[in-house]
């Protein structure tokens, strides 16, 4: 099985923990709309979801922070 981005990106830091991350204005990575919480809630349900970070703020503002309050709550259920 190949290793996912998540595993690569954790090696690169030598195992340490990283955040998830996409950018808010959809210019690139895997967008909300695209999988990106149905990948953090794998992550969640496999204990490597340690934190997410949506960039940027400001492109987010006009969204009511949506995004961010999703992180939150999928970071809040307990697995």
């Known amino acids: 099985m190949r290793p996912s981005v ?3 990106q954790s090696s690169n830091c030598e195992g340490g923990k990283v955040l998830t ?11 909300p709309d695209d999988g990106f919480f149905f990948a953090c809630n794998r992550l969640k349900t496999q ?9 940027s703020a ?21 697995h």
């Open 6 to 8: 998540y595993e690569i």
């Open 21 to 31: 991350s996409f950018i808010s204005d959809g210019s690139g990575g895997l967008s």
């Open 47 to 55: 204990h490597q979801l340690h934190g997410s970070f949506v960039w």
């Open 58 to 78: 400001d492109d987010s503002r006009a969204g009511g922070f949506c995004y961010e309050k999703q992180s939150q709550a999928l970071l809040a259920i307990p």
